[in-house]
């Protein structure tokens, strides 16, 4: 008997193996076919970063010269200057800061390269770079007025 219950034993794991063989060969194709999709999405992705990469670069590049001609002349901002400027005029930094149109504060943090000034504030200075010391003069003298 011992005989009979072994093969049939036998007999039922050959058709339960077969049985699985066939249902977990179509999980397989289909595991392996969801792996390559990754892969061609992985691939299709890097090649769009890429792409996003390269349009960005082209529009920091556009975007820099159009910035530059509405500018107008280029002007140069050293913290040095600003002082130096400063006592070639005999101003102090209120009066400094009364001429550009910022305050007392703003001139030291550009003084000592804390900050710099903005586009706007780089035209009054560079309107103040162009004056005498008359014309200072007579500058505050007409904002005190008011």
Do not use: H
């Amino acid at each position: 008997m011992s005989n009979i219950a072994t093969v049939f034993k036998e007999e039922i794991a050959r058709l339960i193996r077969r049985q699985l063989r066939g249902e977990t060969e179509s999980l397989k194709k289909a595991s392996s076919r969801y792996r390559a999709d990754i892969a061609a999405l992985k691939r299709r992705i890097d090649v769009l970063e890429k792409q996003i990469a390269g349009l960005e670069k082209r529009a920091r590049k556009k975007a820099a010269p159009e910035v530059e001609e509405t500018a107008g002349p280029k002007l140069r901002f050293k913290p040095e200057g600003i002082r130096a400027q400063r006592t070639r005029l005999g101003l102090s930094a209120q009066e400094m800061s009364r001429l550009v149109g910022v305050s007392m504060q703003t001139i030291y943090n550009w003084e000592t390269g804390k900050s710099r000034p903005r586009a706007e504030q780089l035209a009054g200075i560079a309107a103040v770079r162009k004056m005498g010391k008359r014309a200072v003069k007579a500058q505050l003298e007409q904002t005190q007025a008011d």
